[in-house]
C-alpha cells in the first residue's frame, strides 16, 4: 500500500516542541517532493511547509517561519517537521503529503498521496 505514515502528535503547552515523522511506505521518498498540511476542522487544508526531494527548496507558511523546520532522510524514506514554540493556532490535524513530483511549491501545491493526519493539540 502507498501511504506516507505520521506520527508524534500529541498535546503540548503553549510554547513546548513536538517532532512529526513521515515514513514513506510503499514508494520511494527521494522521487518526490514531500510536506505537511495541516487542517482544522470546518476550514480548508493548508501548505505548512515542503522540501524538494533533493532538499534544495524548502517551503514555509509565513506564521511557522522560524519555528518550524522541515528536514528529510532519503536513505531512511521518511521526512521530519519539528515545532518549536507552538501555539494554540497551530492546532490542528497534520498530514503528511507528498507531490508528483521531485520538486515541491507550498502553497497550493498538488499532492497525491496522503498520510491518514496526526493530531496536535496545543493548549494550557
Known amino acids: 500500500q502507498v501511504q506516507p505514515v505520521e506520527s508524534g502528535g500529541g498535546l503540548v503547552r503553549p510554547g513546548e516542541s513536538l517532532r512529526l515523522s513521515c515514513v514513506a511506505s510503499g514508494f520511494r521518498l527521494d522521487y518526490h517532493g514531500v510536506g505537511w498540511v495541516r487542517q482544522v476542522p470546518g476550514q480548508e487544508r493548508e501548505w505548512v511547509s515542503c522540501?524538494?526531494?533533493?532538499?534544495?527548496?524548502?517551503y514555509y507558511m509565513e506564521s511557522v517561519k522560524g519555528r518550524f523546520t522541515i528536514s528529510r532522510d532519503n536513505m531512511a524514506n521518511t521526512a521530519y517537521l519539528q515545532m518549536n514554540d507552538l501555539k494554540p493556532e497551530d492546532t490542528a490535524v497534520y498530514f503528511c503529503?507528498?507531490?508528483?513530483?521531485?520538486?515541491?511549491?507550498?502553497?497550493?501545491?498538488?499532492?497525491?498521496?496522503w498520510g491518514q493526519g496526526t493530531q496536535v493539540t496545543v493548549s494550557s
Open positions: 522540501m524538494s526531494s533533493g532538499s534544495d527548496y524548502a
Open positions: 503529503a507528498r507531490t508528483p513530483y521531485f520538486y515541491c511549491s507550498g502553497e497550493g501545491d498538488t499532492a497525491d498521496v
